[in-house]
């Protein structure tokens, strides 16, 4: 009993760990995008911030098209999805510690039973598509317990799939505007 006490203890303060930080994300959103100024891992640092949101997102994907247009937009990519996909371990630790508050809602029972059925498949592919349901994937996955690592690389595939589209495309129309 004392084993299980201690568990939901601990469930408990990841939870609130989580949603304090998601709160001081959200109050802060203006000084995240100043790490722009420190290069990639500034890239990468705000990639994380951007993620580590839950459900109220930071437009990360607005602040990588921008920096494609600064740096090179392959890096820029690798940067922001790596630090996207470690972002997004907030609401895998969420689904982890705190299974019980979503779990009576039909849209994530809908995400559950998707992620017992094609939990690599769903993580990827909501990755790379531009969504606020991601983090109810993530939530899904720490609730099952998807091995941690399989979920950080199927993210981290996608995530950069997805930044690449948006750094080249900042890429692109800053080349729009360039004088021949």
């Not at 303060?13 to 959103?29: C, D, E, K, P, S």
């Not at 630090?83 to 609401?91: K, P, S």
């Not at 930044?163 to 004088?179: C, R, W």
């Amino acid at each position: 009993m004392q084993e299980k006490s201690r568990k939901l203890l601990t469930r408990g303060l990841i939870l609130i760990l989580v949603f304090l930080l998601t709160l001081l994300l959200i109050l802060n959103r203006d000084k995240v995008q100043d790490f722009g100024h420190y290069g990639y891992p500034g890239i990468f640092l705000v990639s994380v911030l951007s993620n580590a949101t839950l459900i109220f997102p930071i437009p990360g994907v607005v602040f990588t098209s921008a920096m494609g247009a600064v740096f090179n937009p392959f890096w820029v990519a690798v940067a922001a999805g790596s630090g996207a996909a470690i972002g997004e371990l907030t609401g895998y630790l969420a689904g982890f510690s705190g299974q019980i508050i979503l779990d009576r809602r039909e849209f994530y029972d809908r995400m559950v039973e998707l992620m017992r059925k094609y939990g690599d498949v769903v993580v990827l592919v909501l990755a790379v598509i531009p969504n606020p349901v991601f983090d109810l994937a993530g939530m899904a996955a720490g609730m099952l317990k998807l091995p941690v690592g399989r979920f950080l690389l199927w993210c981290s595939i996608g995530k950069i799939l997805k930044m690449l589209v948006f750094s080249y495309t900042g890429a692109s129309i800053l080349k729009l505007f360039e004088l021949p």
